[in-house]
T-cell receptor
């Protein structure tokens, strides 16, 4: 079992729809959770961080965390073609807080005009 | 200081040659990380520095790899006797050392070993 798992996709949604991206993790003591967006050939760009159970909203993005289920998700409302990218879920494992991130393989999102 | 800077952006080298990459972190960040990313995969952790101290190295970091951060500012990652399997994007990230803070990535160095 991978430490951080994502469906590789591609996830295809029409423009204006809600895109839902999911991630599960195996280490129960994980403390911090991040979503990065990565365009083809570019480096990861941080879009959301979440540290406690519940929802966190930032513009069109909402991150959701459920530590009991070891599940984190990202919702993108009013999806735009410019949102087409790979979305990486990352987890900061352990209580030592080294900041080392464990990444999933990423979910490719395609937003069709 | 607008972000993490990496140099070069691209490097093509022949198998067996040595290569060195540089990373300049965000100036107030005392933690610096190196990751490697191959096509279709998420980044994989290689090593991490807090100031000038290298505190963790992944098993992925073979003896041919060495990283330094001599004055706690910029860092270098050297690969000796490159192999075709070393072809990847090498990413540097930095963050501040206190609490739950976010890591920011540089543009990456894409290495191609021919």
């Amino acid at each position: 079992q991978k430490e951080v798992e994502q469906n590789s996709g591609p996830l295809s949604v029409p423009e204006g729809a809600i895109a839902s991206l999911n991630c599960t993790y195996s280490d129960r003591v994980s403390q911090s959770f991040f979503w990065y967006r990565q365009y083809s050939g570019k480096s990861p760009e941080l879009i959301m961080s979440i540290y406690s159970n519940g929802d966190k909203e930032d513009g069109r993005f909402t991150a959701q965390l459920n530590k009991a289920s070891q599940y984190v998700s990202l919702l993108i409302r009013d999806s735009q073609p410019s949102d087409s990218a790979t979305y990486l879920c990352a987890v900061n494992r352990g209580s030592g807080n080294t900041g080392k991130l464990i990444f999933g393989q990423g979910t490719t999102l395609q937003v069709k005009p | 200081d607008t972000g993490v800077s990496q140099d070069p952006r691209h490097k093509i080298t022949k198998r067996g040659q040595n290569v060195t990459f540089r990373c300049d972190p965000i100036s107030e960040h005392n933690r610096l990380y190196w990751y490697r990313q191959t096509l279709g995969q998420g980044p994989e952790f290689l090593t991490y520095f807090q100031n000038e101290a290298q505190l963790e190295k992944s098993r992925l970091l073979s003896d041919r790899f060495s990283a330094e951060r001599p004055k706690g500012s910029f860092s270098t990652l050297e690969i000796q006797r490159t192999e075709q399997g070393d072809s990847a994007m090498y990413l540097c990230a930095s963050r501040s050392g206190t609490g739950n803070t976010e890591a920011f990535f540089g543009q990456g160095t894409r290495l191609t070993v021919v």
